[in-house]
């Protein structure tokens, strides 16, 4: 085998000669790349798996995941062979409070889990119940070439009304997904995606908890029943699991538990810089598989790109109500952060109501920002800004966002309320005794720095 070393000798020993000290093509076709260790062992398993292990079971072969607010899809198991069937549908989905729409899911689920062991064969029948032709595309799974789903290119478009069959051998672990890939546009974007977890055979590292998240961004204009699938840029509702906060479900955990958290993002357009306040934790695998030991990062937030699935995994030691959001800020405010004139220091006094009496489903900004409230009016299906009350007021976030609730002590996973934290450990108004030990005068602020003279604007 011919590696660098030995063709930077040879080229050497060339040069030293006088010939021409350039490669030929040839050397260099005949090194041959390094070969990634994941498709490597893809190799392997599918020799492995040319005949299919049996089915794994729940709680026996692995731990199944909990994907807060949606489901998991049932399956039954049939000379060897595990089954599913997958129902394409209508469904109502409530984002938040006082927000619903009508999507397009599977099962009467937005994003239902699928989940199956590695080396297992899955017979997955997927029924048309939409209007339009569909097909399901298994994205990062290892299938035959007309398994794949790619409406017109691999397969006819399932019609209306008829059911299709998918027959595969699960050859890789790993967070993998499935969505349709037929009209992509319209049907992804009114919310046919979900994640396909496939357990390791072995059982693979061992966490407490396991969480799975598919992430979603949606044009659902204030007074509308249907998502818009012709937006480009301007999404206004951003959900985790199809849920805004408040509606999603905290993740409740023991302190010092293992969690693992399975990000999927096969939103529109937008790509998400998921965070998790306190803890630091590992990004340890893409859909591609587990990252090799040396690729593994530590992070604070970690991007999950359009398309693809990133998997973390942390100790859970800080108890506290700790938010994990998309660090993207008009990603955690919802239907009120757009099209809306910037209204910071004007007067806009009962502009409003005014205005909505020529243009129905005008809102106003509030005047100090968001946090002050926005002037809705009364457009029904809207995510205003009823902001969801925390333990200390408002919390001035929705869309995509939830809590990791790390107690001591729980009796279940059911949402334990709102954080006690220990005396000497919150932040309180500062006391004058503090201020005058530590320097700090506050009638000491400096004054703003003046600007160019701006006209009163009054509105009213
Ligand atoms: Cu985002």
Avoid at 55 to 79: Q, R
Avoid at 250 to 273: A, E, S, Y
Avoid at 429 to 446: F, M, S, T, Y
């Amino acid at each position: 085998m011919i590696t660098r070393r030995n063709w930077l000798i040879s080229s050497s020993l060339l040069a030293a000669g006088g010939a021409i000290a350039s490669p030929s093509t040839e050397l260099l076709a005949a090194a041959p790349p390094e070969p990634h260790p994941v498709t490597a062992d893809a190799a392997k398993r599918r020799a492995l798996y040319a005949k299919p292990l049996p089915p794994g079971l729940p709680g026996k072969d692995y731990m199944p995941v909990e994907a807060p607010n949606t489901g998991t899809l049932p399956f039954t198991i049939v000379d060897g062979v595990k089954v599913f069937h997958m129902v394409a549908m209508e469904v109502w989905n409530e984002f938040c409070p006082g927000v619903k729409a009508l999507c397009w899911g599977y099962n009467g689920m937005l994003h239902p889990v699928i989940e199956a062991v590695e080396g297992e064969r899955v017979r997955i029948y997927v029924t048309n119940r939409i209007a339009a032709p569909t097909t399901v595309h298994w994205h990062g799974l290892y299938v035959p070439s007309g398994m794949d789903g790619v409406g017109g290119l691999t397969q006819k478009p399932i019609p209306p009304g008829e059911t299709y069959k998918y027959e595969f051998t699960l050859v890789e672990s790993g967070t993998k997904m499935y969505h349709s890939h037929h009209d992509e546009m319209t049907q992804i974007a009114l919310g046919m995606t979900g994640l396909f977890v496939i357990h390791p055979r072995s059982g693979g590292r061992k966490v407490d908890r396991d969480f799975a998240i598919m992430l979603h961004e949606w044009r659902l204009d204030p007074g509308a029943y249907r998502p818009n699938p012709l937006e480009m840029t301007d999404f206004n509702l951003f959900t985790m699991n199809a849920k805004s906060f408040p509606s999603t479900h905290p993740l409740v955990v023991k302190t010092n538990q293992k969690v693992r958290i399975r990000l999927g993002n096969l939103g529109p357009m937008d790509h998400h810089p998921i965070h998790l306040h306190n803890y630091s934790f590992n990004v340890v695998a893409s859909d591609g598989g587990e990252y090799p030991a040396s690729a593994v990062q530590p992070a604070t937030t970690v991007l999950v790109p359009v398309g693809a699935t990133r998997t973390v995994e942390f100790i859970a030691g800080n108890p506290g109500d700790w938010a994990m959001h998309c660090h993207m800020t008009h990603h955690t405010m919802n239907q009120m952060g757009h099209n809306v004139p910037n209204m910071i220091g004007v007067q806009s006094g009962d502009m409003g109501n005014k205005i909505r009496s020529v243009l129905p489903g005008y809102m106003t900004m509030g005047t100090t920002g968001m946090a002050g409230g926005m002037d809705m009016g009364t457009i029904p299906n809207t995510a205003g800004m009823a902001l969801p009350r925390g333990p200390y007021g408002d919390i001035t976030m929705g869309g995509m966002f939830t809590i990791l609730k790390v107690r001591d002590q729980l009796k279940s996973y059911a949402d334990p309320g709102w954080y006690q934290p220990p005396a000497g450990t919150l932040a309180l108004p500062a006391a004058q005794e503090d201020l005058k030990r530590d320097g700090i005068n506050p009638q000491n602020i400096p004054a703003p720095v003046p600007g160019p003279a701006s006209p009163a604007i009054a509105m009213s």
